[in-house]
């Protein structure tokens, strides 16, 4: 086009009007050549569609020859031209786009907390969301199923850890269905051990990050893990459910009674917070920043790391954006603060 015009223009007008013939041919072809072709296109895109594949994929055909030919060439020249290494699309730039997607309203606020989550997965240790040692709940295999199963009722618990000697000596798993199915059939059900229908434990090292180790034990269709620490003792015990809850929030039974909540609205700007709760999932919630440390990734780790010391009620720590006052404490252990929130 540009050189038939050109020449046209030259023989029939002269070269002074090359410069306005220019301006004409480019504002036909951007109104015949983009904007009328792409408005039938969307218009009537199926019947359009269907009807240039055949002969799309005939031209892919015939130029595949040339188009390997010349992506050939290319790639060999840009192998040496371009830089020897591209830095990737990483988690801050990716979770950049999450902040715009929610200012946007293309994504809302809970789904927002998912994405964060998911990439903190690989971020965090599994310790960080176990149960540890000294709650969890766990019977002698040589228990008799008779002798223990109110017990076992009380807890309601549908898996349990069974130990040999001493509760830190994990030896296996039993399932409360595989009870329930062995006193009710069996004649000998008096004299049932734990030990008879208990399962092997599946260990998991504490410093696994939450990631791989969800992967290990979809892999070895577990649903509890055993975790140990780096003496091989027994650190506490995580479930396939304390991982689910990292990403959706928590999980409730039908019976589960509102104390379960580890974070609770008592007031404007004012939240009851188990000790327990992760840092992360409480900056989610409540739009505060707390550092996240390497060792205390709790939000009562979090105050005896400020503190230097145990805590004592009433102690009080001020960070950027809220006021922390730890609300119960018991022994070494800090049960729940209360946050208040700046206005």
């Known amino acids: 086009m540009s050189v038939i015009s050109t020449r046209l223009t030259i023989d029939l007008l002269g070269n002074a009007f090359i410069g306005y013939m220019t301006g004409l041919l480019t504002l036909a072809i951007l109104i015949f050549g983009e904007v009328i072709p792409k408005n039938l296109a969307l218009a009537h895109n199926e ?15 015939v130029f595949s020859p040339f188009v390997y030919f010349i992506t ?7 192998r040496y031209l371009s ?6 699309l990483n988690m801050d730039a990716i979770l950049r786009l999450v902040r715009y997607a929610e200012a946007k309203g293309v994504l809302e606020d809970y789904e927002r907390d998912m994405v964060h989550a998911v990439f903190r997965l690989d971020q965090q240790n599994i310790s960080s969301i176990m149960t540890h040692r ?59 051990k734990l030990e008879d229908i208990m399962l ?26 055993i975790i140990l620490d780096e003496y091989s003792g027994l650190s506490g015990i995580v479930t396939v459910e304390d991982i689910i809850e990292e990403i959706v929030g928590e999980l409730y039974d039908e019976d589960d009674s509102p104390e379960h909540e580890k974070i609770t609205i008592t007031g404007e700007n004012t939240y009851i917070v188990t000790g327990s709760s992760l840092i992360s999932t409480v900056n989610d919630s409540l739009g505060i920043n707390l550092p996240i440390g390497r060792f205390s990734q709790t939000i009562g780790g979090f105050i005896i790391d400020e ?14 954006g809220a006021e922390i006052i730890v609300d119960s404490v018991s022994m070494t252990k800090i049960n729940n603060v209360k946050i208040i929130l700046s206005k």
Do not use: W
């Open 83 to 88: 830089p020897k290494s591209r830095d990737p």
């Open 47 to 61: 019947a359009i569609a269907v009807f240039s594949a055949p002969i799309i994929n005939a031209f892919i055909i």
């Open 134 to 192: 000294t709650e969890v709940f766990s019977l002698d295999k040589n228990s008799r199923i008779v002798d223990v199963i109110d017990l076992i009722n009380s807890k309601n618990f549908s898996r349990i850890p069974v130990y040999e000697d001493n509760p830190e000596n994990i030896k296996g798993i039993v399932l409360v269905k595989d009870i329930v199915k062995n006193i009710g059939c069996r004649e000998d059900k008096k004299y049932i």
């Open 200 to 225: 092997p434990p599946f260990f998991v090292s504490d410093n696994k990050k939450i990631r791989d180790a969800l992967f290990m034990m979809q892999k070895e269709k577990r649903n509890m893990a």
């Open 307 to 320: 503190l230097g010391r145990i805590p004592k009620r009433k102690d009080k720590i001020s960070v950027k």
């Open 72 to 78: 050939l060439i290319s790639s060999f020249i840009t």
